[in-house]
C-alpha cells in the first residue's frame, strides 16, 4: 500500500496540489451532506473523557476495565454503580409492564442519575458530577419509559413475518436498526436503545442517538404515527 | 419516426401532469403523521416532528404523555352553552387542554422545549379557535348510557359501536368524556382531511353519537 500512494503521491505534479486539495475539501462537504460522519467513534465524543486530570489521559477505563472488573455486570464493568431505586414513567397509554432501569439503562444511570460521580471509577471515590441537560435524576417519570416491556415479536399479531421488515436475514450478526435488552426474560427498551454510549454512529444524528433526529426518524422507528 | 418522439413526449408530460394532480388533490393523501398538517419539520424553528409535542427527557405536566410544549394559560375559557344541551362540559382538560395550546391562539406553535416562540396562529386563521369555545361542539363533558337517555338523541356509547372497531366509548372517548380527539386524531392516522379520526362523508362522523 504505502509503495503505491508514494508512486501516486510523486506523479502529482506541484502545480496541480491546489487542485488535489479542492477537491479533497469538496469531498469532505459532500459527505458530510450525505450523512457520511467524519467523526464516528468514542474519541472526541461527549463521553472521552481522556482530557480531564482524573481520567490520566485514558479514555475507556472509566466504564471498564481489563482486569478486576465488577463482576455483577458484564462487560468488564470498572465504574461505581448507582444504588438507587428510580420513580418509574406511568401513563394511562402505557401498554407494556414497566420494571426498575435493565442493565442497559443502570449503567448509565450510574453517571446520569447524579447520585455517583463520574471519576468514581476503579475503586476511588471522585468528586465530579453530572450536571446540565445530561442530569436525569432519579425521578424518571418525566422521561420515556426505560426498562420497558416491549414484546416487538409479537407486534401487531404478524409474529415471525414482520421480522424481516427489521433484520436482514443474511447479515451474520442480525443487524438490528434498534437494539433491545433482554432482562428478565423480556426485551425491553433501555438507554441503549436510542442512544450507543460509544458514538459509534454518524455525528449528524446528535445526542449519540442510533437514528437521526431529522424529521424525527428515531421516534418514528418504533412509533407508528 | 418524428411522430414516435413527439408520442413518447407527450406521454411522458401527462404521466407528470396526472403524479402532480394526484399529490396536490390529495387524492395520495398519506396517513401519517409525517407530511401531515402537524408535521413542522420543514420549519426552521424545528426540524424534527415529535419534539414540537413531545420529548423523551424533563416533560411537562402530563397533559398528553412526555408533553413538551408550553401549556395556554387560558382559565377561563367560555364554554358551549345551548338550551338543548344535557351535558355538562367543564374547563377543557388533558388531550384538549394540549391541543388548545396552539389552536387557542395565547401560545406560539414554537413555543416547546422551554424556549418561546412567536409564530402564533392568525386571528383570522380558521385553525384558532380562540378562548371563546361558544361556538363549538362542547368538549371536556362525560357521555354516557344516562346522558343518552335524558337526551335521547344520542346513541348509547357503551354499547353502539363507533365504526373504527369497537364502541363509542372505547374508540372515541377519553375517560368516559368527548374530547377534541374525540373527533380529530393528532396524529393524523386515518389520512383523512381536517385530521378527522372517520369520514364524514353523508356526515357518518356526526351520525356515529348523534341518533338523528
Same mark, same amino acid.
Given at each position: 500500500m504505502?509503495?503505491?500512494?508514494?508512486? *501516486?503521491?510523486?506523479?502529482?505534479?506541484?502545480?496541480?496540489?491546489?487542485?488535489?486539495i479542492?477537491?479533497?475539501?469538496?469531498?469532505?462537504?459532500?459527505?458530510?451532506?450525505?450523512?457520511?460522519?467524519?467523526?464516528?467513534?468514542?474519541?472526541?465524543?461527549?463521553? !472521552?473523557?481522556?482530557?480531564?486530570g482524573?481520567?490520566?489521559?485514558?479514555?475507556?477505563?472509566?466504564?471498564?476495565?481489563?482486569?478486576?472488573?465488577?463482576?455483577?455486570?458484564?462487560? *468488564?464493568?470498572? #465504574?461505581? *454503580?448507582?444504588?438507587?431505586?428510580?420513580?418509574?414513567?406511568?401513563?394511562?397509554?402505557?401498554?407494556?409492564?414497566?420494571h426498575?432501569?435493565?442493565?442497559?439503562?443502570?449503567? =448509565?444511570?450510574? =453517571?446520569? !442519575? &447524579?447520585?455517583? @460521580?463520574?471519576?468514581?471509577?476503579?475503586?476511588t471515590?471522585? &468528586?465530579?458530577?453530572?450536571s446540565?441537560?445530561? *442530569?436525569?435524576?432519579?425521578?424518571?417519570? !418525566?422521561?420515556?419509559?426505560v426498562?420497558?416491556?416491549w414484546?416487538?415479536?409479537?407486534?401487531?399479531?404478524? &409474529?415471525?413475518?414482520? =421480522?424481516?421488515?427489521?433484520?436482514?436475514?443474511?447479515?451474520s450478526?442480525?443487524k438490528?436498526?434498534?437494539p433491545?435488552?433482554?432482562?428478565g426474560?423480556?426485551?425491553?427498551?433501555?438507554? @441503549?436503545?436510542?442512544?450507543?454510549?460509544?458514538?459509534?454512529?454518524?455525528?449528524?444524528?446528535?445526542?449519540?442517538?442510533?437514528k437521526?433526529?431529522?424529521?424525527?426518524?428515531?421516534?418514528? #422507528?418504533?412509533h407508528?404515527? | 419516426?418524428?411522430?414516435?418522439?413527439?408520442?413518447?413526449?407527450?406521454?411522458?408530460?401527462?404521466?407528470?401532469?396526472?403524479?402532480?394532480?394526484?399529490l396536490?388533490?390529495?387524492?395520495?393523501? +398519506?396517513a401519517?403523521?409525517?407530511?401531515?398538517?402537524?408535521?413542522?419539520?420543514?420549519?426552521?424553528?424545528?426540524?424534527?416532528?415529535?419534539? $414540537?409535542?413531545?420529548?423523551?427527557?424533563?416533560?411537562?405536566?402530563?397533559? $398528553?404523555?412526555?408533553?413538551?410544549?408550553?401549556?395556554?394559560?387560558?382559565?377561563?375559557?367560555?364554554?358551549?352553552?345551548?338550551?338543548?344541551?344535557?351535558?355538562?362540559?367543564?374547563?377543557?382538560?388533558?388531550?384538549?387542554?394540549?391541543?388548545l395550546?396552539?389552536?387557542?391562539?395565547? $401560545?406560539?406553535?414554537?413555543?416547546?422545549?422551554?424556549?418561546?416562540?412567536?409564530?402564533?396562529?392568525?386571528?383570522?386563521?380558521?385553525?384558532?379557535?380562540?378562548?371563546?369555545?361558544?361556538?363549538?361542539?362542547?368538549?371536556?363533558?362525560?357521555?354516557?348510557?344516562a346522558?343518552?337517555?335524558?337526551?335521547?338523541?344520542?346513541?348509547?356509547?357503551?354499547?353502539?359501536?363507533?365504526?373504527?372497531?369497537?364502541?363509542?366509548? +372505547?374508540?372515541?372517548?377519553?375517560?368516559?368524556?368527548?374530547?377534541?380527539?374525540?373527533?380529530?386524531?393528532?396524529h393524523?392516522?386515518?389520512?383523512?382531511?381536517?385530521?378527522?379520526?372517520?369520514?364524514?362523508?353523508?356526515s357518518?362522523?356526526?351520525?356515529?353519537?348523534?341518533?338523528?
Amino acid at each position: 500500500m504505502l509503495p503505491f500512494l508514494n508512486r *501516486l503521491l510523486i506523479r502529482i505534479k506541484p502545480e496541480k496540489i491546489t487542485g488535489f486539495i479542492y477537491a479533497t475539501v469538496i469531498c469532505a462537504f459532500v459527505f458530510n451532506w450525505m450523512g457520511v460522519a467524519l467523526a464516528e467513534g468514542i474519541t472526541g465524543s461527549v463521553h !472521552d473523557f481522556s482530557s480531564q486530570g482524573w481520567s490520566a489521559g485514558k479514555i475507556c477505563k472509566v466504564c471498564h476495565t481489563p482486569h478486576n472488573a465488577d463482576s455483577t455486570v458484564e462487560p *468488564l464493568w470498572n #465504574h461505581e *454503580l448507582s444504588n438507587a431505586t428510580y420513580t418509574l414513567y406511568s401513563s394511562p397509554t402505557l401498554d407494556g409492564p414497566i420494571h426498575q432501569p435493565g442493565r442497559a439503562s443502570k449503567l =448509565c444511570l450510574s =453517571c446520569h !442519575d &447524579g447520585t455517583v @460521580a463520574i471519576d468514581s471509577f476503579g475503586g476511588t471515590t471522585g &468528586g465530579s458530577f453530572i450536571s446540565g441537560s445530561a *442530569l436525569i435524576g432519579t425521578d424518571l417519570s !418525566d422521561d420515556h419509559p426505560v426498562g420497558v416491556e416491549w414484546s416487538h415479536q409479537t407486534l401487531e399479531g404478524g &409474529g415471525s413475518a414482520i =421480522c424481516a421488515g427489521c433484520h436482514n436475514l443474511h447479515d451474520s450478526s442480525f443487524k438490528m436498526p434498534l437494539p433491545f435488552y433482554e432482562e428478565g426474560g423480556t426485551p425491553r427498551v433501555e438507554c @441503549a436503545t436510542c442512544h450507543d454510549p460509544h458514538d459509534d454512529v454518524p455525528s449528524t444524528n446528535g445526542e449519540l442517538l442510533r437514528k437521526p433526529l431529522a424529521g424525527s426518524k428515531i421516534c418514528l #422507528h418504533c412509533h407508528d404515527k | 419516426m418524428k411522430k414516435k418522439i413527439a408520442m413518447r413526449i407527450m406521454l411522458v408530460v401527462g404521466m407528470i401532469a396526472l403524479g402532480g394532480w394526484m399529490l396536490s388533490s390529495g387524492a395520495w393523501a +398519506a396517513a401519517g403523521i409525517t407530511g401531515s398538517a402537524h408535521d413542522f419539520s420543514g420549519e426552521s424553528w424545528t426540524g424534527e416532528i415529535c419534539n $414540537v409535542c413531545h420529548t423523551p427527557h424533563n416533560a411537562g405536566s402530563e397533559l $398528553v404523555p412526555l408533553w413538551n410544549h408550553a401549556t395556554t394559560a387560558t382559565d377561563p375559557f367560555t364554554l358551549y352553552t345551548s338550551s338543548t344541551l344535557d351535558a355538562t362540559p367543564g374547563q377543557p382538560e388533558g388531550v384538549s387542554k394540549a391541543c388548545l395550546s396552539c389552536h387557542d391562539g395565547t $401560545v406560539a406553535i414554537d413555543s416547546f422545549g422551554g424556549a418561546t416562540g412567536s409564530t402564533t396562529l392568525a386571528s383570522n386563521d380558521d385553525h384558532n379557535l380562540g378562548t371563546d369555545l361558544s361556538n363549538d361542539h362542547p368538549i371536556s363533558f362525560t357521555y354516557d348510557a344516562a346522558l343518552a337517555t335524558t337526551d335521547g338523541g344520542l346513541y348509547n356509547p357503551t354499547t353502539e359501536t363507533s365504526g373504527l372497531g369497537s364502541t363509542i366509548e +372505547a374508540d372515541m372517548l377519553v375517560s368516559g368524556k368527548v374530547e377534541c380527539s374525540s373527533c380529530h386524531d393528532v396524529h393524523n392516522s386515518s389520512g383523512l382531511d381536517d385530521l378527522l379520526v372517520k369520514s364524514n362523508a353523508t356526515s357518518a362522523l356526526c351520525l356515529t353519537c348523534h341518533d338523528k
